[in-house]
């Protein structure tokens, strides 16, 4: 069984979550809940549970705020927020679960699964100062972690020149750092790199504009050289998106 504690500010909603979790999770006992940062403070030491269910907005903080003044974390953390916005963003770049609300039972169990089996107290530590550091600091450099298949890396986005894929294995190619490959799809990295800049060229290929040099016509095929001369196809069907890009480009 997971000792775990339920922390929201509003009452209605933390009650539905106590019940969609005792409903769809046996393995899950809760034994306390809190509806502020400075009450989920109090709670967290008190209690000492193994999985904390956090809310990201409070009215006296962040659920951010709260692990930042209770560090190390010694529990496992999956995090529930309303809204679709910048701390999506920094989650999925942290790799770290979270809820949105109201909760779906489906995803809410598959979270479960992965704090029960999730890794070191040391490796949550280094998503969570990932996560801290992506909010804090500006879109440009902000931080990737990437998993491969015997370790976790935190990368500097503006380090990646292009992304390819391999059906569910993308390799990742930087400026000045061997390659890493990792068993995710272009397509989610493409859904979180797009805001920073990036464009797929191709199926099987997404590519830092920062690192764009020119564009070559020749033979009826289209390809991009990047600034450390890689050749990259371009697709006729994104040849036109292209192009449009280019002539509003700065970089």
């Known amino acids: 069984m997971l000792r775990a504690v339920v922390i929201d500010d509003i009452e209605t909603i933390r009650k539905k979550n106590i019940t969609t979790i ?3 999770c046996p393995n899950i006992a809760i034994i306390g809940q809190a509806d502020s940062v400075t009450s989920g403070i109090n709670l967290i030491r008190q209690v000492s549970p193994d999985l904390v269910f956090l809310d990201v907005e409070m009215p006296d903080g962040t659920g951010f705020d709260l692990l930042q003044k209770l560090q190390p974390i010694n529990f496992k953390v999956i995090f ?4 679709e916005d910048f701390a ?14 109201p909760l779906d039972s489906v995803d809410l169990v598959e979270a479960v699964k992965k704090a029960e089996v999730s890794l070191s107290s040391e490796i949550f530590d280094m998503k969570l ?22 370790r976790i890396y935190s990368v500097n986005i503006q380090d990646i020149v292009h992304c390819e894929s391999d059906k569910n294995y993308t390799t990742f190619n930087f ?37 764009f040099d020119h564009f070559i016509k020749s033979d009826g095929g289209n390809t991009v050289v990047m600034k450390n001369k890689t050749t990259i196809p371009l697709s006729v ?7 449009v890009l280019l002539e509003n480009l700065h970089v």
């Not at 999506?88 to 609300?101: G, N, P, T």
């Not at 992506?134 to 990437?146: A, C, F, M």
């Not at 890493?180 to 800049?197: D, F, G, Q």
């Not at 069907?237 to 292209?242: D, G, L, N, W």
């Open 129 to 150: 100062n990932n996560l801290f550091s992506n909010l804090e600091r500006p879109k440009n450099l902000q931080k990737l972690v990437l998993k491969t298949a015997d």
């Open 80 to 83: 529930i927020t309303g809204y």
């Open 88 to 101: 999506i963003r920094a989650f999925r770049f942290s790799a770290i679960d979270y809820l949105l609300k």
């Open 237 to 243: 069907r994104k040849k036109e998106e292209f192009l």
């Open 22 to 24: 005792k409903s769809n």
């Open 175 to 211: 400026i000045n750092a061997p390659k890493l490959i990792v068993s995710t799809n272009l397509k989610e990295y493409e859904t979180m790199l797009a805001p920073h800049n990036f464009f797929r060229t191709h199926q099987s290929h997404l590519i830092n504009m920062a690192y």
